[in-house]
């Protein structure tokens, strides 16, 4: 099953439940616009170098569109489609006044300069800075990018409309950006996947953890858990995965990425793993927060984990999310688990249309507001219609964009 096609699975069972007309369906589907650009760039070596960028905006029934730009050689349209439709019930889930949208370049950032990494943005804005604005498409970072390439984004974006810092979000704090965004994903996994260990009985403190992935989202989420008394014993990035039954220092492991040009490779205050090890391992809590598709039907039953917070987009296949199911395994899904980061865009979005400043605690008060409401409304409609946590959150997102486009006249 490709990514849309599982988007399009989950939906529909949704669907289901909400007995949705076909042609409504095929309406809350369907994207707006998928914009497929050439991006042509000089490397440093004076080679000519030609790209392919994406922008897929599927829905503003709710609000301006909303979504990251993922920059990694996996790209395609079909991925980038099924992440704008994901966008599109994650906002709605959480009650913030966006629809969906996502973006993407395929390139190995890893092998770019820094220049180059520039050139690529700037080229890339160049081409879709017609179809993006403040009140209507709004990019954010995601695998591959980061604040730098955002303000990027800002500055390239601003030459051609004028000065709008709202055109992106995730921007550098010193930059229009806002305190507390960088973490803000990390940090909502691990408040959600503390109050889903509550409501399943699970004390922190007892509570191990493996995760993998260990950039933005996964080394957040990892501190934010270990400063919860959450025993860390197993993380993992593209270099493969590190393993202590005692608990690994977060801190140190983050600090020692960071020197090491963002990569865990030579950590030596764990033993090694291999990435696919660290899915199977004996914890009571499990978190993909690299790529998607890493959980499938050869590995599911292969999964000791009785909870999975999906802190990646589409982490696992729904036939593996079926397995899971079927054996009691508790998931809590991207639109839910992940949308930490696009509610912190949100506050920083308004902060830069009122030219008004919030510190990091009021971030964080209302990030918890927001998390925390969601989750107890996803968790009630999941226990009143006895469907899983994912079928309840598709229920509620999809709900919600049905009505907007409902009210606001279809034709
Ligand atoms: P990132 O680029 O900062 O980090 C990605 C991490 O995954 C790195 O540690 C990398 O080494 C690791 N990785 C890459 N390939 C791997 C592999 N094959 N096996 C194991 N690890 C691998 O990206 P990020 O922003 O942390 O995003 C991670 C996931 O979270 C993505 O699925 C993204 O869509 C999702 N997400 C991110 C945000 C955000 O705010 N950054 C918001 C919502 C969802």
New binding site residues.
């Given amino acids: 099953m490709k990514s849309f096609e599982a988007v399009q699975h989950y939906f529909n069972r949704a669907a289901d439940k909400l007995e949705l007309t076909e042609n409504m369906r095929t309406l809350l589907l369907t994207s707006k616009r998928e914009v497929q650009v050439q991006i042509a760039v000089e490397m440093d070596d004076g080679q000519l170098q030609t790209l392919i960028g994406y922008r897929v905006q599927h829905d503003n029934a709710r609000g301006p569109m909303k979504g ?1 730009l ?1 920059f ?1 050689h996996e790209v395609d349209l079909d991925e980038v489609r099924s ?1 704008a439709s994901l966008m599109t019930w994650k906002t709605a889930v959480v009650n913030i006044p966006f629809g969906g949208a996502k973006g993407g370049v395929t390139v190995n950032v890893r092998k770019l300069s820094l220049r180059e990494l520039e050139r690529v943005t700037r080229k890339f804005v160049d081409e879709i800075h017609d179809v993006i604005g403040p009140d209507t498409d709004i990019p ?7 604040a730098e390439v955002m303000a990027w984004i800002m500055n390239q974006h601003n030459k051609y409309h004028g000065f709008s810092p709202g055109v992106v979000t ?1 921007k550098p704090v010193e930059h229009y950006g806002i305190p507390g ?1 960088e973490e ?3 940090r909502g996994v691990g408040i959600l996947a503390l109050k889903t260990l509550g409501r399943l009985g699970h004390k922190a403190q007892k509570t191990r953890v493996a995760i ?8 957040h989420a990892a501190k934010f858990l270990q400063e919860a008394d959450c025993r860390i014993v197993a993380i ?6 590190y393993y202590c039954a005692e608990g690994i220092n977060v801190l140190e492991a983050i600090q020692y ?1 960071n020197k090491n040009n ?3 490779e030579g950590f030596a205050a764990a033993s090694r793993i291999s ?1 696919e090890e660290l899915l199977e391992l004996e914890v009571e809590l499990l978190v993909p ?4 598709g ?1 959980i499938t039907a050869d590995n599911a039953p292969l999964i000791n984990a009785p909870l999975i917070i999906e ?5 696992i296949r729904p036939e593996a999310d079926d397995l899971l199911n079927d054996r009691g395994v508790v998931i809590l899904p ?1 639109i839910l688990a ?5 509610t912190v ?1 949100y506050f920083e979005w308004a902060q830069n249309r009122q030219y008004y400043r919030w510190g990091l605690d009021r971030v964080r008060q209302e990030l918890d507001r927001v998390l925390s409401s969601a989750f107890e409304e996803v968790w009630n409609l999941a226990r009143e219609h006895e469907v899983s946590l994912r079928t309840a959150a598709f229920m509620l997102g999809i709900g919600r964009v049905g009505r907007a486009t409902v009210l606001g006249g279809i034709t």
Avoid: I, Y
Wanted: proline letters at 4%.
């Fill in positions: 990251g993922r990694h992440l954010a970072p995601d695998m591959g990018t980061n995730g965004r803000a994903t990390g993998q992935g260990f950039g933005n989202v996964g080394s993992s990035d593209v270099s493969g995965g990425s963002r990569s865990l990435n927060a690299a790529l998607g890493v802190a990646a987009n589409a982490p991207d992940n949308a930490g980061g696009v865009s």
